[in-house]
């Protein structure tokens, strides 16, 4: 059954009322990005410790209403900012180590200039990334390495500088220039989507491919996988974008969300890791790519361009934070392997996830899933979220649950804030009492699927 063909009185209420909500977040979208204009960022690489940055920092903050603005600024260890130094004639700030921000407050300047400069020591990256040939920065754990108002979108001026042992990847296309570094200017992109990846030249070899889109692929020396798995990578690359392309009816490729090219590999061989989406980029082991026997997890990684942190901004701590950022992603994972290896593929990878839920059931690790609210339980997220879809699914049909997945994207990608109860109310609409009936499988402690 289609969306909306029922209840077509109360939704064209509640599409007015949609209509106005969206007019008001948008405007207030825009005076939010409106705070924070002529941003420019200066990163330097050159003659820096693994792990540090020197950063210079400006930009016009106008504080509109209010008496303060607060950005997230920072990271998890107390030295992560070291010399710092503001200029504040115009205004007041405090820095505060331990909720990771720093408020500017209002004296009597209106609009008021910026002009920060720091040392910044990303000790995430040391650890995570450490004695690996690939230093990432990432705000998504938790490393604020420049100052940004969350949930908001800005236009960036950004330059780093690298030495000549080292290149560049970024979330957002940069331009790089021999001996010059890198630059670009950013247009209205996700405050906190800014992710750095620096790479040992020596270490790594690049190929370039086009599936016709050209795709970069970054493989460390002595480690690179078979002809066999490259070829694999390629066709799962594509088979995977053509199949979401289709089923969100949005092209990888968007101007419109910002994503200008198909993602980079970069496959690093740092000691901790997790395969991470980074809009430009998908990072993942080089050791688990060359030797597993799938490689689905990258499917999943290139599934987060539509659905996860960088579009669905639900923040760590909502109910069923987790659920939406990556249980619905990992469902469209295993939906395109039941299309493109078909349903016997597709139910081998169901009984997995349920053997392994089994192993934790009926156990204090056995929580609710929409407890969820920070991603620290994989079982939970990555198993027994997917199976609870497919028990859905089986009732409604796959057909139907992809196109209310696809739906909740078309209307939420990129807006904030979004809650659980979002999906909820939406599948509710599209399917009576069906998402009543998620929403109590999801806030069940124990299930038998
Ligand atoms: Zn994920």
């Known amino acids: 059954m289609g969306c909306l063909t029922q209840y077509e009185k109360y939704n064209t209420w509640n599409e007015i009322n949609y209509f106005i909500t969206i007019l008001v977040l948008t405007t207030s979208h825009i005076s ?32 509109q209403d209010a008496d303060s603005v607060s950005m997230n600024f920072g990271g998890g260890q107390e030295f992560s900012i070291d010399n710092l130094r503001i200029d504040d004639k115009e205004f007041e700030y405090e820095y505060n180590l331990k909720s990771k921000n720093i408020v500017f ?14 040392d910044y020591t990303n000790l995430s990256a040391f650890f995570i990334y450490g004695e690996g040939n690939a ?35 970024c979330s957002y296309p940069l331009k790089s220039a021999h001996s010059k570094g890198y630059s670009g200017r950013l247009q209205n992109i ?4 800014l992710t750095l990846a620096f790479i040992q030249n020596d270490a790594y070899q690049q190929t370039r491919e086009y599936i016709p889109n050209e ?35 949005e092209d990888y490729i968007s101007k419109e969300r910002n994503v200008m090219t198909l993602p980079t590999y970069l ?56 659920f939406i950022k990556e249980s619905l992603n990992e469902f469209m994972t295993l ?5 493109f290896y078909g349903p016997e593929s597709y139910m ?72 659980y109860m979002d999906f909820i109310n939406l599948l509710n609409e599209c399917n009576t009492a069906t998402g009543n009936k998620l929403d109590l499988l999801l806030s069940t402690q124990t299930l038998y699927l």
């Open 335 to 339: 939906m395109f392997i039941r299309q």
């Open 190 to 193: 996700l405050s906190q989507s």
């Open 135 to 169: 230093e990432l920065w990432e705000s998504s754990f938790g490393e604020y390495y420049y100052p940004y108002v969350p949930n908001t979108y800005m236009n960036v001026t950004m330059n780093v500088a690298t030495p000549d042992s080292l290149s560049l990847i």
């Open 32 to 63: 939010m990005a409106d705070e924070i204009t002529n941003y420019r960022l200066h990163i330097n690489k050159i003659n820096q410790e693994a792990c540090n940055l020197h950063i210079t920092c400006s930009f016009s903050l106008n504080f």
């Open 215 to 249: 795709i970069f692929i970054y493989q460390i020396k002595d480690m690179e996988c078979s002809d066999k798995r490259y070829k694999e990578l390629l066709q799962l690359t594509k088979a995977s974008i053509d199949f979401f392309n289709r089923i969100y009816g």
């Open 348 to 419: 081998t990878q169901i009984e997995k996830c349920r053997t392994e839920y089994n192993t934790i059931k009926g156990t204090p690790q056995d929580e609710p899933i929409v407890n969820m609210v920070e991603n620290n339980n994989n079982t939970i997220v990555y198993r027994k979220g997917p199976l609870v879809l497919d028990y859905i699914a089986k009732e409604i049909g796959y057909e139907e649950l992809m196109k209310v997945i696809s739906k909740f994207y078309q209307k939420y990608a990129g807006k904030y804030p979004l809650k």
């Open 267 to 322: 496959f690093h061989n740092g000691k901790g890791f997790s395969n991470r989406y980074n809009i430009g980029f998908i990072s993942a082991s080089q050791e688990k790519f060359s030797t597993y026997p799938d490689i689905y997890p990258l499917v999943h990684e290139i599934g987060h361009r539509w659905l996860g942190e960088w579009t669905l901004l639900i923040d760590d701590g909502e109910p069923g934070a987790y």
């Open 105 to 118: 407050h209002k004296r009597e300047t209106q609009t008021v200039q910026v002009n920060m400069d720091y």
